[in-house]
C-alpha cells in the first residue's frame, strides 16, 4: 500500500508538470487550444463513452452519478498515461510527432453508503503546435519567415460528488477550478531584420457539471441504465503579459513592447448536455452517447475563424466474462468503440471534424479489483480544404486503477 501511495504522489507531480501536452496539434492554434479527450479507466477503450456507465472498480469521470457505484469500502487511485504518433498531412508536406505524457490522476472513496465522492486533476484544453510560414512581400521579390510556436492549456481541478437518491436514480455533482496558461512565440525574418513577440494569456475560472443514472432491473430481460449529464456556462477570466523587441544585424536588439496584466475579455465556456444508454445483455454491454456542446456562443476575436455548434456519437461495446473465476484469462475484459465529432470550429468556411475507433483491454492486477486499462486509438481530424491540414493519430492509452479496501475493521484471530 505505501508503494501505490508513492506511485500517487509522484503521478501528481508529473501531471502538474506535463499534463498541459497531449500532442502537437495544428488546431490547437485557436481559442483556448484544443478539447482534451483523455478519458478514465476502460473509457477510452470503449471510444469515450460512458455517460449511463458505471462500474464498481473504475471511476468514470463522465458522469459524477456513476461514483455510487462504488462499494461501501472501496478507495480508488487512478493514474492515466498517453503515448501517442501524429502524422500531419497538406497538399504538399507531412510531418510526424511523438509525445509521451501523464494525462491525469484522480482517486474516489464512500463518505457513506449513499454518498461517494472523487477528486482529481486533469487538462481541460491543451495548446502544442510548431507552424512556419513563408510569404512574398509585396511590391518585390523578397520573402520573410514567420515561425509561430504554442505551448500550454487550461487545467481543471475536480471535486465530484454521487448521491444515491432511490435504490434505482442516482445523482451527481462535479465542482471544478480551471487555471492555466496558453504562450505564444511568434518571430518574423526578414533579411538583416528579426521581430520577435513573446505573448503568456492566463485564465482562471469555475465551473459546475451535474449528471443522473437510472437503472431499470430486467428490462426486457436486460439491465438498461440511462444517463445524462449537464456542463452549466461559465467565464474564465484572463489576463496576457506581452514582450517583443527588433533586431538589426548591424545594430543590434531593442525593445518594442514590454505589458504585464493586460486585462482580456472573458472566455466564455459553452453550454454542454449529454445523454446516453447502457444495456448489459448476458456478457456484453452496450454504451450509446451523444453530446452537444453550444460553442457558437463562445467568445472569439479573430475573424478567420468562428466557433460552431458541435456534436459527438459514440457506441462502445464491453465483453465480461467471469470476474470471479479461478482462470486469470477468464476475468480480462475486452473492450471496442466508434465516435464521430462534427468539431466545434470553422476555418475558411470549412469545418473540422473527427473520427475515431478504438479498442481495449482490462488485465486484472489482483484479487481486490486492482486494474490495468490499455487502450489503441486511431482517429483522423482536419480537411485539405482551403490548404488546411488532416492530422493522423495513434494512440495507446494506459490506465492504472488501484483498488483497496479501506475503513474496515481488522479481524485478529
Avoid: C
Wanted: no cysteine.
Amino acid at each position: 500500500m505505501k508503494f501505490q501511495r508513492l506511485i500517487v504522489l509522484f503521478s501528481f507531480f508529473s501531471l502538474t508538470t506535463f499534463a498541459q501536452s497531449d500532442v502537437d496539434s495544428p488546431y490547437s492554434l485557436f481559442g483556448i487550444g484544443k478539447e482534451n479527450t483523455s478519458y478514465f479507466g476502460g473509457s477510452a477503450g470503449l471510444a469515450n463513452t460512458g455517460i449511463a456507465y458505471s462500474n464498481k472498480l473504475l471511476l468514470n469521470k463522465i458522469n459524477p452519478a456513476s461514483l455510487t457505484s462504488l462499494s461501501p469500502t472501496a478507495f480508488l487511485y487512478e493514474i492515466g498515461i498517453n503515448n501517442t504518433l501524429s502524422i500531419k498531412v497538406d497538399n504538399d508536406n507531412s510531418q510526424t510527432n511523438y509525445d509521451f505524457n501523464f494525462t491525469h490522476i484522480a482517486l474516489g472513496f464512500s463518505v457513506s453508503d449513499r454518498w461517494k465522492m472523487s477528486f482529481g486533476l486533469v487538462p481541460q484544453t491543451k495548446t502544442s503546435y510548431n507552424i512556419d510560414i513563408t510569404e512574398p512581400v509585396e511590391g518585390n521579390t523578397n520573402l520573410y519567415y514567420t515561425n509561430i510556436e504554442g505551448s500550454g492549456g487550461i487545467n481543471e481541478l475536480f471535486w465530484g460528488h454521487g448521491f444515491k437518491a432511490t435504490k434505482n436514480l442516482s445523482l451527481g455533482l462535479e465542482m471544478r477550478v480551471y487555471f492555466g496558461s496558453i504562450n505564444q512565440e511568434r518571430t518574423i525574418d526578414y533579411l538583416t531584420t528579426q521581430i520577435y513577440l513573446d505573448e503568456t494569456k492566463k485564465y482562471t475560472g469555475l465551473g459546475i457539471k451535474g449528471g443522473f443514472q437510472y437503472k431499470f432491473n430486467n428490462l426486457f430481460g436486460t439491465n438498461t441504465t440511462i444517463g445524462g449529464i449537464i456542463n452549466v456556462p461559465s467565464s474564465l477570466s484572463g489576463s496576457q503579459d506581452i514582450e517583443g523587441t527588433k533586431t538589426f544585424t548591424s545594430i543590434g536588439t531593442t525593445t518594442i513592447i514590454d505589458e504585464t496584466d493586460n486585462d482580456l475579455d472573458d472566455f466564455e465556456l459553452p453550454l454542454k448536455i449529454g445523454f446516453g444508454i447502457s444495456t448489459q445483455v448476458r456478457k456484453l454491454t452496450f454504451n450509446l452517447d451523444f453530446h452537444k456542446k453550444y460553442w457558437s456562443n463562445s467568445y472569439t476575436s479573430d475573424s478567420n475563424f468562428t466557433y460552431r455548434d458541435q456534436s459527438v456519437y459514440g457506441l462502445g461495446i464491453e465483453y465480461k466474462r467471469e470476474t470471479n473465476s479461478l482462470k486469470y484469462y477468464r476475468k480480462i475484459i475486452y473492450r471496442m468503440g466508434i465516435n464521430y465529432d462534427s468539431g466545434y470550429l470553422n476555418y475558411s468556411d470549412s469545418k473540422i471534424d473527427s473520427y475515431g475507433i478504438s479498442a481495449g483491454i482490462g488485465f486484472p492486477m489482483s484479487n481486490k479489483g486492482s486494474t490495468l486499462n490499455l487502450s489503441y486509438s486511431y482517429g483522423k481530424e482536419g480537411t485539405l480544404n482551403n490548404n488546411l491540414v488532416i492530422d493522423n493519430f495513434h494512440k495507446m492509452s494506459i490506465n492504472v486503477s488501484l483498488f483497496d479496501n479501506w475503513f474496515t475493521k481488522r479481524k485478529i484471530y
